[in-house]
């Protein structure tokens, strides 16, 4: 059993002075539940010294393990401070940095809520919490990509100027790249091009309101990707107001 943990720990790059206390195999769902805590110091011929008061035990779903659902129970001393540690999450949120890292991700190159909820068996109404904190400014990606990682995340320029290209599909070159400021000023309503389509009036009135309150550049550049997916995906519906656009 210990040499287990220290597996699991090795595995959760766990560092002193955290360590899997225990772990419990659920073959039948194949669930993997770890426990993480302080370990207790030693001080003269190895006798414990007295524990630091503990908190409250927080859960968080994890990156799986084999195809195990993975779930995290980290018991930390009160005062504790874990935004650094990628095993676990922000309180009010259900999964670890990691794992959400990789949700966001996944969101990032437009995999829809119903089908990560079925890639990795997460409850939608979860997967819901994370994405509202997204929208309305709550959580952001850049501290939680450095804790995820472990390595410093380099500070981002203006949104438009780091942006990976997207490629259209043939026949749809006339949709600007996702790196053009364009979005950017669709996005911000920096630019009131005339729009006769429904759907995108709505799209970009849910957008606008999010860009308003959300501060962080990873979650800023998701909603321009959304934006610009959009645009792709219906290029032929709105070649009216890409006409409009692409002479900005």
Known sequence: MATE?????????????????????????????????????????????????????????????????????????????????????SADLPFTRAMAKRIFDLLNEGLDLNG?????GIKLDELWRFKYALD??????????????GKPVVEASPVTATASAAASPAGE????????PVWLQLAS????????????????????????IIQDDEVRMLKLRELHRYFVKNARMLSHELAQIRGV
């Open 189 to 212: 309503g920096t630019i009131e091009p005339d729009i006769r389509v429904l759907s995108l009036k709505l799209l970009l009135t849910r957008i606008r309101s999010q860009m308003e």
């Open 136 to 149: 309305s400014g709550k959580t952001g990606m850049q501290a939680e990509k450095q804790a995820a990682s």
């Open 116 to 120: 990560i909820c079925t890639l990795y």
């Open 5 to 89: 943990g220290m597996l699991l720990g090795k595995l959760l790059q766990l560092r002193e002075p955290w360590a899997v206390r225990e772990h419990r195999l659920d073959q039948a769902r194949q669930r993997l539940d770890i426990w993480i805590g302080v370990e207790v110091q030693r001080g003269w011929f190895g006798r414990p010294k007295a524990r630091a008061e503990e908190g409250a035990e927080q859960v968080w779903r994890h990156l799986d393990s084999a195809g195990w659902k993975t779930f995290v129970h980290v018991i930390p001393p009160k005062g504790a401070d874990l935004s650094s540690h990628p095993w676990a999450g």
């Open 173 to 180: 070159a006339e949709v600007p790249d996702v790196s053009d």
